[in-house]
C-alpha cells in the first residue's frame, strides 16, 4: 500500500511561483531516485527533473535556472521549486518515485495521481 501524493498545485499569476510536495507513505525506508513529470492538455507527457539517489539533479530545457528539485529525507518528500512560471508551464504535474521499502528488501516505483498546475498569463 506504499504511495506518493502531490501537493502544492494552484493557480498563479506569470512571474509568480509554486512549491509541490511529493510525500511517500506506507511500510518504506526512504526515498530512492524521484522524477516530476507534467503533462499539457493535449500534449504528451514530458520529464521536468530529475533527483537520483546520490543527490545528482537534471531538468528539462525549458525549466532550467527556474525550477529546483530537491527531497527531505526525514519527511520522506521530494518537493519542485517552481520560480518565474510562465503560462507554458501550465500542466497537471506527476510525480513518480522510486521507494526503498521497509520489508524484504525490495524497491518499488509509484506513481501519484498528479497536481494542476495554472499559470495565467
Known amino acids: 500500500q506504499v504511495q506518493v501524493v502531490e501537493s502544492g498545485g494552484g493557480l498563479v499569476q506569470a512571474g509568480g511561483s509554486l512549491r509541490l510536495s511529493c510525500a511517500a507513505s506506507?511500510?518504506?525506508?526512504?526515498?530512492?531516485?524521484m522524477r516530476w513529470y507534467r503533462q499539457a492538455d493535449g500534449k504528451q507527457r514530458e520529464l521536468v527533473a530529475y533527483l537520483t539517489s546520490g543527490g545528482n539533479t537534471d531538468y528539462l530545457d525549458s525549466v532550467r535556472g527556474r525550477f529546483t528539485i530537491s527531497r527531505d529525507n526525514a519527511k520522506n518528500t521530494v518537493y519542485l521549486q517552481m520560480n518565474s512560471l510562465k503560462p507554458e508551464d501550465t500542466a497537471v504535474y506527476y510525480c513518480?518515485?522510486?521507494?526503498?521499502?521497509?520489508?524484504?528488501?525490495?524497491?518499488?516505483?509509484?506513481w501519484g495521481q498528479g497536481t494542476q498546475v495554472t499559470v495565467s498569463s
Open positions: 506506507g511500510s518504506i525506508f526512504s526515498i530512492n531516485s
Open positions: 513518480n518515485a522510486d521507494l526503498a521499502l521497509v520489508v524484504g528488501g525490495r524497491a518499488r516505483n509509484v
